[in-house]
Each structure stands twice: as C-alpha cells, then as structure tokens.
C-alpha cells in the first residue's frame, strides 16, 4: 500500500514537472523565438510553423492538468482544516509571491530593456510585465493581467471551494459556470483564462482521489472514461461550441494515465525533482526568457550569424527546446544561489503569526 501512495506521488511530481517545462517553452515560443528581419526559408518556416502548433494544441492541456493537481494536494485543507490553519499557505503566502515576484520581474524586464537599448517586447495581450509606470503596473496587477496568473487565481479557487466545502457539487456548478462564461463571454486575456480555468481545480479538489486512481490504471473503465470525453469533445466541435472542457479532460486523462504507466515502469528523478521546485521555475524563467530576447538574438542578427541560411534553419528547430532546458536549469540555479538564509522571503512568505509567538516567548522569558 505504501509502494502504490508512493507511485502515485510520483506520477504527480513527474507530471507536474512537465507541465512547468510547457509553461516554459510556451513563453518561449511567443517571446523570444522568432528573429525580427531575418527572412526564413522553406525548412525554417516549417520548424516555427510547427512550434506554434505545438504551443496550440497544448494549451487545453498545460494549465488544466496544472490546476487539477493543485486542486487534488489541497483536498485536506479545504474539506478538514480549518481557516486559520490554511490561510497563510493557501492565500496570503501565494498573495505575497504573486505580488513580490510581479514587482521583481517587471522591474527586471525593465532593467533588461533599458540596457539593450531596446523598446519593450509589447504584445498584443495586455500585462504588468510590460508596465510603463507604476500606476500601470498596480492596476494590471490587481485585476491579475500578469504573466503570473496562476498565482493570482490559485488563491480565488481555494477560497471558493473552500466556502462550499460542505456542499461542494455546488462549488463544482460555481466553477462550471465561470468556466462556461469565460469561455463565451470573456476574450481578454488572462481574465479569460482565470475564469475559465477554476473548474479544474474544482474537480481536483473534491473529485481528483477517485478521477486520478481510475485514470492511473489502464482497464475498461478507464479507457471507457476517456471515450466519453472524447465523444463529448467531438459533439461539441460539430456544434461549433468552441468550450475546451471536455478536450481537456481527455488530454489530462490521457496523461495521468501515461505518467501513472511510465512510472511504474521508469523512475525519472530530474522531472520529479523539476515537479517539486515548479514555483521556483515559474517565477524565475521568464525574466531570463526576456533576455535572451532582448539581448542574444538581436546581438546574432547584429553579428550576421543568420546570414547563413543553415543557421536561420537551426534556430527555428532547436531554439524552443535548448531555450526551454536552458532557462529551466538558469532559474533551478539561481534558486540554488538566493534562496538560504533571508533569501527564503523571495519564495515563502514571512509567517507573522509564529515570528510573534517567537518573540513573546522570548520577552517571557526575560
């Protein structure tokens, strides 16, 4: 019983641990990929073509599978424990990194383009990331238009499902309907997103034991799980209904049930490992995806590296992937090198409530 609990965990960490390096090389892809000015050939049009679609086509499942399995780790503090044990974890903790690490990455970006000389990669999305002035940047961030939106919804999902706890069908339902509203009514990004993304963690919270322990095992009823919700994807693309649900379910079935196999046979430590320090990734990777993109392709299109066809054809195969890998490993190390002694602050937040009770005891024993 022990070997399977400890199978299962490490599922969870291997697959937690790809889900960040998609979150990565899909920023990659739509930051610093492609080479202003440089003409591509046949061969590198292909190569680009088909990173976008990977980046496409992996979206109803890159985040979804993200937030079933936060939603699955917090089942015991929303349905046992009560407020005052879990609001310091589950909401102010994630609060303050949403806020810090927004701050720190618009200040880096900031940074990056004023010493490249260049104009802020705006895209047609609208984040604090790219914020002129302080102003700009507190109202994006308050209404969570960051690059760092998971945090920002993670603690609206646990609080909703922490209320209805008691009567969670109707917390799934609360879910359901934002997830059908953004997903019809709301286009701007990440707004879009926030709401329509929370039905995943709603089903991981309260339904995510018995959904991951039927996927985990190939059988009929499993296999016969995933048909229904390829079925019901397809009806609803025949109907033109353009909601990801079901598409994502049947993607994140597919997954848990090929990392729960893999597993079982194969021990993959560094994804495991990666699927344990994610927030480390996720807050870090992108300033240093910025400068690779303000920085190392305009210095090789300024130094005429592209002028050889052979290299234009290069980059557009192996970018995405080298790039992915390398900003993963940059961030684990810088990690490494910041987070000991008063560096903890940059990925936990300061507990108050037990610096306090340190500091009476201490003036009580004077």
């Not at 022990?2 to 990565?24: F, P, S």
């Not at 690779?292 to 305009?298: E, I, M, N, S």
Request: hydrophobic share 50%; glycine share 6%.
């Amino acid at each position: 019983m022990e070997n399977q609990t400890k199978t299962n965990i490490d599922w969870i960490d291997t697959a937690k641990g790809v889900c960040i390096l998609l979150v990565v090389l899909h920023h990659v892809i739509i930051t610093s990929y492609a080479l202003p000015g440089v003409e591509l050939n046949s061969s590198a049009a292909m190569f680009e073509h088909f990173h976008h679609l990977v980046s496409i086509y992996l979206a109803p499942l890159r985040m979804p599978l993200f937030f079933m399995i936060s939603g699955f780790l917090v089942h015991r503090a929303v349905t046992q424990y009560r407020w005052s044990d879990v609001a310091q974890k589950r909401i102010y903790n994630l609060a303050y990194l949403f806020v810090l690490w927004g701050a720190l990455q618009w200040l880096g970006v900031t940074l990056v383009n004023w010493i490249g000389g260049s104009e802020k990669q705006l895209t047609e999305v609208t984040n604090a990331l790219y914020s002129s002035n302080p102003a700009e940047f507190i109202a994006l961030t308050l209404t969570g238009s960051s690059s760092l939106w998971y945090l920002y919804a993670l603690p609206w999902y646990f609080i909703i499902c922490k209320l209805l706890s008691s009567r969670w069908p109707l917390a799934i339902l609360v879910l359901l309907t934002g997830h059908f509203i953004g997903q019809t009514f709301v286009h701007d990004w990440p707004t879009k997103s926030i709401i329509a993304n929370g039905v995943f963690y709603g089903l991981g919270c309260f339904y995510g034991r018995h959904l991951f322990s039927l996927l985990s095992r190939i059988s009929l009823r499993s296999i016969g799980l995933l048909a229904v919700f390829g079925l019901a994807s397809l009806s609803l693309k025949l109907l033109h209904w353009e909601h990801f649900l079901f598409t994502s379910l049947l993607l994140v079935g597919v997954c848990v049930m090929g990392f729960a196999f893999t597993q079982s046979i194969a021990d993959f430590k560094m994804l495991r490992w990666m699927g344990k320090n994610t927030l480390q990734i996720y807050v870090l990777h992108r300033i240093f995806i910025e400068m690779a993109g303000v920085w190392l392709a305009p210095a090789l299109i300024k130094a005429g590296v592209f002028d050889n066809s052979a290299a234009v054809t290069g980059w557009y195969a192996l970018y995405p992937t080298v790039a992915t890998l390398g900003v993963t490993a940059l961030s684990l190390f810088v990690w490494r090198l910041t987070h000991p002694g008063p560096g903890v602050f940059l990925y936990t937040a300061p507990d108050f409530h037990v610096r306090a009770a340190r500091l009476s005891a201490l003036v009580l024993k004077r």
